[in-house]
């Protein structure tokens, strides 16, 4: 499955909204530098998931593709 994600870094909160089946935003703690909101935000799709993550598109970007596995 294929989702598009919108991320929100040092937000001060952890969050997923659910937009619809293929949209998301995310909430992180976590500044958007050295990839550190890239390590959480896998972390935590994987936790609401249950499923293997992986960013195919958008790593220096808010807005990122996600496949979940």
């Not at 598009?4 to 937000?11: E, G, P, Y």
């Not at 976590?30 to 609401?48: R, T, V, W």
């Amino acid at each position: 499955m294929i989702i598009n994600v919108k991320v929100h870094a040092s937000s001060g909160r952890e969050e997923i909204i659910k937009i619809d089946n293929e949209n998301y935003k995310v909430y992180l703690k976590k500044p958007a530098e050295s990839g550190k909101a890239n390590i959480e935000l896998i972390k935590l799709l994987k936790k609401y998931f249950l499923k293997n993550i992986k960013i195919i598109k958008g790593l220096k970007n808010r807005n990122k593709i996600v496949m979940v596995e």
